[in-house]
């Protein structure tokens, strides 16, 4: 038994539909997550800009004492993870592998579409996931700098509709069968992707696949908490507290009661 908490961060809240997941699956474990609100959002922004952002995160979060941490970020993971892994003596799971192998599982006809922001479409890592996985599969990019602000703003009806369907199209004329959704705001929309993509496509949604990695590392590097018990969450922002805490109770859909706040000169001193 390892009663440490599992350390989670995102460019912002989009994370939060991982970390939704994770409690489903693991509410025994304790989790804090960090939205890095004071610099979102990390899609259009260069690599190594987000590279060291992520370094100085997880930096911060392996200080803090967690035993295990979830770059619950496309962008972050596309742009860092091997880098994370080499420097960081806890282990860490990222977004990218989970979604890639479960749209490899999926296919039918070995045509696989991605919707996800410039940065992550833009590092090319999940084609060569996926390549490694069935170098034979055909994957379709398309990034979307649309849908990440119409999320956080709520917007709902024809406009998100015609953003969708627009991002959609190259995908629906390649034949794909499977389309990963690589950015952890989309979950939200959920239902607006189901609909115009429609049944005969496979949707890979990040948090549901991350979530099932994060246990099964748990499991097999012995490090799940006493599963007899209730866990907790904290909340750390390097943004506004009461505006993560409005934008993050829709993400999360439960309540949440306190949020700290992290300053980016603290993340900075973590990774020095």
Known sequence: MDARPIGIFDSGAGGLTVLHECLVTMPHEDFVYLGDGARCPYGPRPAGEIRRFAHEIASYLEQSGVKLIVAACNAATS????????????????????????????????????????????????EEIVHA??????????????????????????????????????????GVDTVILGCTHYPMIRRVFERVFGRGTTLVFSAEETAREVAETLERKGVENDQARAGATRFLTTGEPGEFRELGERFLQLPISRVEQVSVRELERAAA
Request: proline share 7%.
């Open 133 to 174: 996985l069935d170098a034979g599969v055909r994957v379709v990019s398309v990034a979307c700098p649309k849908l990440v602000p119409l999320i956080e703003a709520g917007v709902v009806g024809a406009e998100l509709d015609v953003a969708v369907r627009e991002y959609a199209a190259p995908l629906r004329e390649a």
């Open 79 to 126: 742009a860092a993870l091997p880098q994370l892994q080499e420097s960081l003596a806890v282990p860490i799971v990222g977004v990218l592998v989970p979604e890639a192998h479960a749209a490899v599982q999926a296919t039918r006809n070995r045509r696989i579409g991605l919707l996800a922001t410039e940065a992550t479409v833009a590092s090319g890592r999940y």
